[in-house]
């Protein structure tokens, strides 16, 4: 390996040039001012899923998974990783629950239609 600075020959494995002493190291690339330094993770947000089970399903149950889905891209852009995440796993947990409460009532709503159609041809 060569030595950016004075162009000496250095052995592979070498942490600084042998003659000027320089880093040999590659270093990190330059954070631009104003913006910090985050890792990239993705973190899912739900909030598609968030707002077709509030429209969908059950209004009560899907607006705290709206809620949840929106703070998870703004926690991400602050660098609050494990408050994306939370925010990720409760958004999925209120979807899951709208869409179960959605389910239950359309089944209820069936089966009381059913029963009412049934009592009628009894007359």
Known sequence: MFCPQCGASNA??????????????????????????????YVPNYLV??????????LPAGIPAIVYAAQVNGKLQAGDIAGAQAASKNA????????????????????????????NMHR
């Open 49 to 58: 899923f968030a707002i077709l089970t509030t429209i969908f399903c059950c």
């Open 92 to 119: 999925k947990l209120w979807c899951w629950i709208a869409a179960g409460a959605g389910i239950a009532l359309f089944v209820v709503y069936g089966l009381l239609v059913t029963l009412g159609i049934l009592s």
């Open 12 to 41: 592979d494995s070498a942490v600084v040039c042998v003659q000027c002493g320089r880093n040999l190291q590659a270093a990190a690339p330059p954070v631009q001012p104003g913006y910090p330094a985050v890792p990239q993770v």
